[in-house]
């Protein structure tokens, strides 16, 4: 296998930058800058050089094989973060004869490939790189930790161990088995089919930690929703006035709630109006508010009753309380008077959500779980019957079959250029 290398921290000006190799000739590619390496794993301070220059004095750390990130020979270069000492560095290793740059997500492919990390952990890792909140920091170190892989391992023993008992029956269909095993496979069947649903049903709060929420500011013209959104915002992201119905298309902000991802929308007044362009904003507004996992419904007393848009898990809140005083949950955007209360209650909403989410984070999981649940309930239907212990196997085959590719064990190679081309060149 070639040997590669990359700068795998962040590009551009900085205190120190690390410089990766790994691969067979790692080890001596380092060496003819570094002079002698330091023993694996303990860094040493270094003059780097080549062709008599000097380029840097950096520190370096050496993996030896089936000890390092990718499970090959490793080399660290760990030098000022200048762009000239790195442009140089890379110039001399793309010189070397046997080294190549590395690939986007390269190194992570052979962590996977040399079985240093399964599928689920490799996912786990890019969204940990990508993390932007708390809970998508927290929930990808679980997946990236295995949490996943020793789920399925835990579901895998209990298929070995159907499949064990079904193949004796057919093995020795001429003999006298003497022991009933539908019992004993009965109750297997029935714990994973319950953890199988149980992990499904969490699938979908464990999306959300990952892709983030979306939340609604909706309610009559002019009762001051995009100057909430803009004081929640922390700037000026959407235009306000005294004029009712200057909102009209839906103005976004990410922001950071609770440690939870969330897209606030600021929507189009709701109201009937002959204005073209306006009733274009209002079903627009209409239609993302529905699709929107949490709705705030702004009210003011010449509002009128709450939009019959709203569920019961919704947020009714009196708006401009500057100028009207509201009984329970009330904001001003203007003053910021409720904000902070604002903000928590939909921080508990949310949380609530969340409170059951799973280790499986992609549709990819999801899907995977669902066929081998179905396998699993025809093999339910094959253990209830008479003279079907054929069907039965290959059922709990299907099902093993369908858990492995959560994990990268079989069938996943349409699936890596995906998966890889949104990593970093370094990782």
Known sequence: METIFALASARGRSGVAVLRLSGPQAFAAAEEIAGPLPVPRHAALRRLRHAGIDIDTGLVLCFEDGASFTGEPVVELQVHGSPAVVA????????????????????????????????????????LISAETEAQRAQALRIMSGALGHRV?????????????????????????????RPEVGNLLAELRSDLAAEIAGYGAAERIRDGFEVAIVGAPNTGKSTLLNALAGREAALTSSRAGTTRDVIEVRMDIGGLPVTLLDTAGLRETADEVERMGVDRARARALGADLRVFLTTPEAGPVDLLAQPE??????????????????????GVGLDALVAAIADR??????????????????????????????????SGAGESEILAEELRKAARDLDTLVGRIDVEHILGEIFSAFCIGK
């Open 350 to 383: 949310l949380g609530d959500r969340v409170a059951g989410a799973g280790v499986a984070v992609r549709a990819r999981h999801r899907n995977a779980m669902q066929a081998a649940l179905v396998a699993l309930d025809r093999a339910d239907v094959a253990l």
């Open 88 to 127: 140089k560095l890379l110039a001399v290793l793309g010189g070397m004869e046997g080294l190549r740059p590395a690939e986007p997500g390269e190194f992570t492919r052979r962590a996977l490939e040399n079985e240093r990390m399964d599928l689920a952990q490799v996912e786990g890792l890019g969204d």
């Open 153 to 181: 391992d835990g579901w895998q023993r209990k298929l070995v161990r159907m499949s064990a008992l079904v193949e004796a029956t057919i093995d020795f269909v001429e003999e006298d088995v003497p022991i009933d095993i």
């Open 314 to 335: 919704d947020l009714v809140v009196a708006g401009k309380a500057d100028i009207h005083a509201g009984s329970g949950l009330a904001v001003s955007g203007l003053t």
